[in-house]
């Protein structure tokens, strides 16, 4: 552990409690602990959305992917990339005219229903859960390469701090740790891109040609097939990947920390071409890290290759860039957790404690309490799980999120704004066909059930085909709406023209 790896961690820290101090002083009332008081502008909450969306997975989880299985590595690159159009041009403006603080907010503006906003708490929690164990992950792989300390106690570290940012700091923490972060990795990142770019003589022929003898695989590493042989898992994937991103609550919760939807359009507009100029980056770290670092070194390190950025890193600029990198990839972890912990809190905290166990009585002071409560909670849970989940790649637990969120969040929202007839009934069973179908599916899949030890959480042999059940469980949840609200006798024709006029021009009367 060198003198330089101390100092750039420290600064990170240092930079990030400072942030969490000075948001504490700005964050008094229940709509700042939620939404920074919808006060970021467009380029502002555009860099946070880059910042929450561009997590551990996406910088190690993806480089390690494609520095492992080539092409197949990519697919996550692109489904990720190919979401922010759903996102933009279907969920954005209408979410931000019809909500509030959560999701639940935007579902209950069409149906008063108790049960209808704790269904949707609870699949927000869900979501959360899933992703915070990806982060914590890779967070525990990255110090204990660097530091050389227990994979359990680096996990307990980035626990206690992101626990820290919310508490304090709320929403306007988080979006600024988000902001920095951002900048700093997409620095990272096109340093990195351009080294190994250099040392393929600024040529993508020869880059691609080179990659061909890097590794094992020949010429299979840059086709199809390499990881996933089944064309119908592939698909799977890319269905959850790329439906996904409008159903995450940590993301959609964005969208209300600005002031209007056209400030909420344009977020999403600057978010894209961050996320998109990174996205195309990923394969120079992939292909950078399979010619200059190698297979076995890659998978010596972290077995699910997720320490293949911070090694190509060293390869190609010794300490002082794998302590930049590492420190710039710990940011990013801690920015992601804090607002996936702020999420959670918030879908508790204002969901069910506010708005079904106060009736929506509860003083901003009460659901301020509840909430950081709620995120200590959040926080031990999620902990405990990612000591568990060591050797699972980040990007493959990311893209459990993605399905869930797609299966139980996407059906809903878009049938609360497009779908006149849509009721509450519809509402209900919309997300939990959704959520069950993707929790029963992932729990008797390959990823949980193999029969070889090690591939997977459980010996045994699957039930269930597919890594990615999303072609299964997103079909569920849209026709779990669709029976719902047939089979049900509800309907209020002019509910839906409200929530129409506003989710299209934001009139509040």
Not at 73 to 88: C, D, H, K, N, T
Not at 221 to 231: A, D, E, I, R
Not at 294 to 311: R, W
């Amino acid at each position: 552990m060198s003198t330089t790896v101390i100092v750039l961690f420290l600064s990170i820290v240092l930079l990030t409690l400072f942030i969490t101090w000075w948001a504490a002083k700005r964050t008094t009332t229940a709509g700042e602990f939620y939404t920074a008081g919808g006060g970021l502008t467009g380029w502002q909450n555009g860099l946070a959305i880059a910042g929450d969306y561009l997590s551990a997975a996406s910088f190690l989880g993806i480089a390690g992917m494609i520095a492992l299985f080539g092409f197949d590595g990519f697919f996550y690159s692109i489904g990720f990339l190919i979401a922010y159009l759903v996102v933009m041009f279907l969920v954005a403006e209408p979410l931000r005219n019809l909500g509030k603080y959560t999701l639940a907010d935007m579902i209950n503006s069409r149906f008063d229903a108790k049960k209808v906003r704790a269904a949707a708490a609870f699949s927000t929690i869900t979501i959360v859960i899933f992703y915070m164990i990806a982060q914590l992950v890779g967070a525990g792989a990255l110090i204990q390469l660097l530091f050389g300390i227990p994979y359990w106690i680096a996990v307990l570290i980035v626990g206690v701090m992101m626990t820290i940012y919310v508490l304090f700091g709320g929403m306007t923490a988080t979006s600024w740790v988000q902001i920095v972060k951002a900048v700093l990795l997409m620095l990272g990142t096109v340093v990195i891109a351009v080294l190994v770019f250099a040392r393929f003589d600024f040529s993508i022929m020869t880059m691609f040609s080179e990659v061909k003898t890097a590794t094992a695989h020949g010429e299979a590493f840059l086709q199809p097939g390499l990881k996933y042989t089944v064309p119908l898992d592939t698909i799977s994937l890319m269905l959850a990947l790329v439906l996904g991103t409008a159903g995450l609550p940590h993301i959609l919760m964005r969208f209300f920390t600005v002031k209007d939807a056209k400030t909420a359009r344009s977020s999403v507009v600057t978010a894209t071409w961050i996320v998109g100029i990174f996205y195309i980056l990923t394969i120079f770290l992939g292909f950078g890290a399979a010619a200059f670092v190698g297979h076995e070194a890659i998978v010596a390190a972290n077995s699910a290759g997720n320490m293949a950025a911070p090694l190509l890193a060293e390869a190609l600029g010794g300490d002082l860039l794998m302590s930049f990198v590492s420190a710039v990839a710990f940011a990013t972890i801690l920015a992601v957790v804090a607002g996936l912990v702020l999420t959670g809190a918030s879908a508790f905290a204002h969901d069910i404690y506010g708005q079904i166990i106060k009736k929506g009585q509860a003083t901003q002071q009460q659901e301020m309490k509840a909430a950081r409560q709620a995120s200590l909670w959040v926080s031990v849970f999620s902990i405990l799980l990612a000591l568990g989940a060591q050797s699972l790649n980040v990007a493959f637990l990311v893209s459990l999120a993605f399905c869930v969120a797609a299966s139980a969040n996407l059906p809903v929202i878009l049938y609360t704004i497009y779908w006149k007839r849509f009721n509450t009934t519809g509402a209900l069973t919309a997300m939990l066909f959704g959520l069950v179908s993707a929790l029963v599916l992932v729990a008797v899949s390959p990823n949980v059930l193999s029969p070889e030890a090690g591939a997977a959480m459980f010996v045994g042999e699957p039930l269930f085909p597919l890594t990615n059940p999303a072609i299964v469980s997103v079909p569920l949840g849209f026709l779990g709406g669709w029976l719902g609200t047939v089979l049900s006798k509800e309907a209020d024709a002019r509910r839906f023209a409200e929530v129409s006029v506003r989710a299209n021009t934001g009139y509040r009367e």
